[in-house]
């Protein structure tokens, strides 16, 4: 089936976090890690625009580039996807069966910045895929145990222009595949 003219995004089948493996934001690491059970992926596109105003009116409007506020939610709590977005060390003791794996974030561990991908499957054939270029949390990590209810790892944050030589100044790209292809 050839590509439609207009996608149908329907749901969202695999959500991956993609940390670089440099202080520079140049270089993404060879592989990404998945958000388990993902749940949303939600962006809003924006500008902060400044006005030259004379004679009384409106002359011209310049805007200082986009950024993309992001937000997203999974399902359980995978320490690796905890870290990407926040920062920390993962730590595993023992053996099994008596394995403990730790995150710990200290103070001095800044939140660092990671590539979000976002796949849906779309009624018209194929899938879409959503991607958010350099993204960095910026918003409260928090999560609630209550009984009856299930853990849902959750953050919200900025992206911005990618630093990547392969993607530089991309802020986002939504990618339209006649035949659906998982996330790289």
């Known amino acids: 089936m050839a590509l439609a003219t207009i996608p149908l995004p329907y ?19 060879a592989s990404g890690v998945d ?9 809003t596109e924006k500008e902060d625009f400044s006005q030259l105003r004379g004679d009384d009116k409106v002359v011209a409007s310049h805007g200082s580039g986009p950024t993309v506020e992001w937000e ?3 399902g359980g709590m995978s320490f690796e996807a905890v870290q990407v977005m926040y920062g920390g060390t993962i730590t595993t003791t023992g053996t099994t069966p ?3 794996k730790k995150l710990t974030k200290l103070v001095t561990d800044q939140r660092p910045y990671f590539k979000i991908q976002g796949q849906a499957i779309s009624d018209s ?5 959503c991607v958010i270029y350099r993204a960095r949390s910026t918003d409260d990590f928090s999560g609630e145990f209550k009984d009856g209810e299930w853990f849902l790892t959750g ?11 392969a993607d530089i100044n991309k802020v986002w790209d939504f990618i339209q595949n006649e035949t659906a292809t998982a996330i790289p």
């Not at 953050?155 to 030589?165: I, K, P, Q, R």
């Open 11 to 29: 749901g969202l089948r695999d959500l991956r976090l993609v940390p670089f493996t440099d202080t520079t934001c140049t270089v993404y690491a």
């Open 155 to 165: 953050a919200s944050g900025e992206g911005y222009a990618s630093l990547v030589t």
């Open 98 to 100: 008596n394995q403990v």
């Open 72 to 74: 997203l939610e999974g």
């Open 35 to 43: 958000l388990p059970n993902s749940r949303t992926l939600s962006f």
């Open 125 to 129: 054939g194929g899938d879409i895929h």
